[in-house]
Structure formats: structure tokens, C-alpha cells
């Protein structure tokens, strides 16, 4: 962007962003404040705080550069031991050749030869041309580099201020602001308030009068803490000068208030020179009434951002709150769904599990069935001596009979009662009358003729109401 087309280019805003920050910078040239603005992106605030950093900068570069200059005592010696040494005529050589080194006495006089003679008339007219211009630039250098200050920070300078003004005028005064003149001016933008600036000068006999006339009289000091924030300082101090030389303050002591008008901070008037109390009153009566509109209308525009911040706040709340409450909503409807699916899950697994079981139950039932089918002794023919015809009622109901030999176990009536289809994996023997349990499992040895049955008994199976799994699982006895 061209920092020289004319000043209609720009709009309203920029226009008067313009005018302030030339009013608060104190730079003459109107273009250089516009490429200042325009490299800060038209930041009024940070352009100003850029030129103080700036100017704090080349004060040190110049005290350095100031400090490095050659000593004017130094070349004035060099030129009056040059000069001498002209009108007197030459004592020693210059050559360090010919000048021996004497312990005992002072060095012999040495005559200078055609030589040192022409060296002395060009180096002497020499060093006389160049110590008279390094004197001339060192008194041009005072004026171009300003005061020196002390190595400080803006916060001393200010307590510093504030403790010699105590000690001189007492402490009845308005209350200072502690710190440097960018905090003061930050605090002021954001309580939005007036800032009102005292810049003191330490050798003006006005500054003196006005402090005792004006700045420490009861109802000065009653309104200017009721109104405003109070930055003081002297340009004696580096913060004090600094602030003086923005403002282009051209006369002491001088007063400048600085209010927020259209979200910049702006020196909207300055009173300069001696006035007295009544005067000083009438003076900031009328600034403070006709600037009080700029921080009314701040404050609206503070209170309407504030308002909708706040609003936009409970919004984002009630939208979190909703929205967490939909999160919870759908977890728990995620949670009850995947219990369902586990529960139908263990359920389907125990069901399987049931049938594994049932179909393994059965199939070893058919097993051990098979199994005690073939340890059945074979049934004696009809008519044979010492044997006995056993009938079973089953549990089921049905009756089935078969002869055993009398020297067949107990073992053989349960292998035999098992391998039946429709007897169970687990049952009782019992005799019909009188009711006797029968001991009828495939360990037992006792054989059928010790119970004295004689010829024929009826016996009756039951089944177990239930089942011990130690007996199923226990193997067909073979026998003996």
C-alpha cells in the first residue's frame, strides 16, 4: 500500500487513528505515521507502544555510540604536546630505534633529522584538523542524542517521581498510578476510564506553582480521584521524557487526558503552562463533561459485549448440558442393549452348553448300557436246578423276567436292570413285601441265593430322584 496517496483514500476511521497516533507519537512527517500504522496493521496501540520500544532503543544505541567517542581532553593533550613541541623545537627522536632505554637517568637528547621534521608538518596540521571535528561533532552529538538517563524501569522512574514530589510538596495529592505510563494506560482502556497525565519538569518555576496553587488542593485532588486514573511523572526521568516527547509537549507543566473513543485510547486535550486551582477545576470540568459521553457510550458497548458474551455463554452451557444429557441418553441405551446381548449371548451359550451335555449324558448312557448288556451272564435253561426267576416292575411301569443262576451277584442284576432301554442311568431296587432296599450296584459281589429268595421273587426299580454324578461316571464292574 502507498503510505503518500492523499488522505481522502481512507476511510473515516483511518483517518482519525491517523491523527491521534500523530498527536500521541509526536512525529511531524503525516506518511511516516501512516506507514507506521499500516505495518501494525492500523493498531493504534500497538504503533505507539512500537515507538517507545523504538526510542528506548536508540537512546541506548546512541549512549553506547556516545560512551565509544574519542575523549576531547585526549586530542586537546595530543595537540597542545604537538604544538609545544613545534615552538620549542625537537628534543627526541621519533623513531624508537634511535631512543635507547636508560635506567639511571633521564633519556640524551637526540636531534631530529630532515625526516622527523617533515613527518612533524604533515601529522601535526593533521591531528589538529581532526581533534577540531571530533569537538564539533561531539557538540552537535548533545543535541541530536538527547539527556542520558540512568539504567531504570518506567516503574522506578515513576516511584522515584512520586517520592522527591512527597518530599516536596507533602503527600496530600492525587493518588498516583504505581507503575509505567503503558500499564496505566492499559488499566484506563480496560476499566474504561479517564487517564489523566501530569508531566513535570523539575527546573520550570511555573511546575513549582502549579504543584503548590493547583495539583495538591483539596478539591483538585477530590476530583481528580473521583474521575480519573493520575500518571505523573518528571522528565528528568527516562519514562517521564519518553512520554513528554510523544505528546510533543511544548511547555510546563502540562496535563493531557486520554480517554477511549472508538475502542482506541485518545488524547482528546492537554492543558499547558500555570493555572491555579479555580482555574485547573474549570479547565477538567469542562474535558471531563464534554469527553463523558465517549466512555458512557464505551461502557454501553462494553455492557452489550458483556451482555452477549454472557448470553452466548449460557447458550454454549444450556447446548453442552442438552447435549450431554443425549450422550447419557444414548450410553445408557448402548449399555441396556449390549447387557441384553450378553445376556441373550450366555443364555444361547447355556442353552448349547445343556444340549452338549444332555447329548454327552446320553450317548455315555447308551455306553454304559451297551457295556452292561454284555456283562449279563447268560440266562439258565428252563428246569435247571438252583437258579431263581426275578420279575422287575420298571419305572415306567413295565414288568420283564429273567432266570439268574444262584451263584449270580447282585452286580449281574444291575448290569442287567441298566441295559434296559427304558430303565434310567440312576435307580433303587427294592423286594415287593415286605419293602427292602436292595444294595444293586456294579461293585457288589454278594451273590443272589444269600438273600433267600428261593425259586422266583418280584423286585421292583425306582429311580433315583437324584442323580449322582460320582456313580455316573464310575465304570461297569467287570467280573470276577
Excluded at 62 to 78: E, H, T, V
Excluded at 133 to 157: C, E, Y
Excluded at 172 to 198: C, I, M, N, S, W
Aim: net charge negative.
Amino acid at each position: 500500500m502507498d503510505a503518500r496517496r492523499p488522505l481522502d483514500a481512507l476511510s473515516e476511521e483511518q483517518t482519525e487513528i491517523l491523527i491521534n497516533f500523530q498527536n500521541l507519537s509526536g512525529l511531524d512527517d503525516i506518511n511516516q505515521c501512516r506507514r507506521i500504522l499500516e505495518h501494525n496493521g492500523w493498531d493504534e496501540q500497538a504503533a505507539v507502544e512500537n515507538i517507545f520500544r523504538e526510542q528506548d532503543d536508540q537512546a541506548d544505541a546512541l549512549r553506547r555510540q556516545a560512551a565509544g567517542l574519542p575523549s576531547i581532553a585526549r586530542y586537546s593533550s595530543n595537540y597542545r604536546r604537538e604544538a609545544s613541541m613545534a615552538q620549542d623545537g625537537p628534543t627526541t627522536s621519533a623513531n624508537p630505534a634511535r631512543t635507547p632505554s636508560f635506567q639511571g637517568g633521564p633519556a640524551p637528547v637526540v636531534p631530529w633529522g630532515l625526516w622527523d621534521w617533515m613527518k612533524a608538518i604533515v601529522v601535526i596540521p593533521v591531528r589538529f584538523t581532526y581533534t577540531t571535528i571530533v569537538d564539533f561533532l561531539r557538540f552537535l552529538w548533545s543535541f541530536v542524542a538527547g539527556p542520558s538517563f540512568p539504567a531504570s524501569t518506567p516503574t522506578q522512574d515513576v516511584k522515584n517521581f512520586i517520592e522527591g514530589f512527597e518530599e516536596m510538596y507533602g503527600t496530600t495529592h492525587p493518588v498516583f498510578y504505581q507503575g509505567g505510563y503503558k500499564e496505566a494506560y492499559q488499566d484506563a482502556k480496560r476499566e474504561l476510564r479517564f487517564l489523566l497525565l501530569y508531566l513535570h519538569q523539575d527546573n520550570s518555576h511555573d511546575s513549582d506553582r502549579f504543584c503548590r496553587d493547583a495539583l495538591i488542593h483539596p478539591n483538585v485532588v477530590s476530583m481528580i480521584n473521583s474521575r480519573a486514573l493520575f500518571w505523573g511523572c518528571s522528565t528528568k526521568y527516562a519514562e517521564g521524557y519518553k512520554v513528554a516527547q510523544a505528546l510533543q509537549v511544548s511547555k510546563y507543566p502540562s496535563l493531557g487526558l486520554i480517554a477511549n473513543k472508538g475502542n482506541q485510547m485518545t488524547l482528546i486535550g492537554r492543558l499547558q503552562g500555570y493555572h491555579n486551582h479555580e482555574q485547573l477545576i474549570d479547565k477538567l470540568t469542562q474535558l471531563f463533561g464534554h469527553n463523558e459521553r465517549l466512555l458512557n457510550a464505551a461502557r454501553q458497548e462494553r455492557q452489550q459485549l458483556d451482555m452477549n458474551q454472557t448470553l452466548r455463554k449460557e447458550q454454549d452451557e444450556a447446548f453442552q448440558k442438552s447435549l450431554k444429557a443425549d450422550q447419557d441418553k444414548a450410553e445408557k441405551k448402548r449399555q441396556e442393549a449390549l447387557k441384553k446381548e450378553q445376556a441373550e449371548h450366555a443364555k444361547k451359550e447355556a442353552e448349547e452348553r445343556k444340549h452338549r451335555e444332555e447329548i454327552e449324558r446320553v450317548e455315555s448312557l447308551a455306553r454304559r448300557k451297551h457295556e452292561a448288556a454284555r456283562l449279563v451272564p447268560a440266562e439258565p435253561k428252563e428246569g435247571t436246578a438252583d437258579c431263581c426267576r426275578i420279575s422287575f416292575k420298571l419305572p415306567n411301569g413295565k414288568r420283564i423276567q429273567r432266570r439268574f443262576n444262584d451263584t449270580d451277584v447282585v452286580a449281574d442284576l444291575y448290569h442287567y436292570i441298566l441295559s434296559q432301554p427304558d430303565v434310567p442311568d440312576q435307580f433303587e431296587v427294592y423286594t415287593t413285601y415286605p419293602r427292602n432296599s436292595i444294595e444293586c450296584s456294579p461293585a457288589s459281589r454278594k451273590e443272589i441265593e444269600l438273600f433267600g429268595w428261593g425259586p422266583a421273587i418280584a423286585l421292583i426299580v425306582e429311580e433315583k430322584e437324584e442323580a449322582d454324578d460320582e456313580e455316573l461316571d464310575k465304570p461297569i464292574a467287570q467280573p470276577v
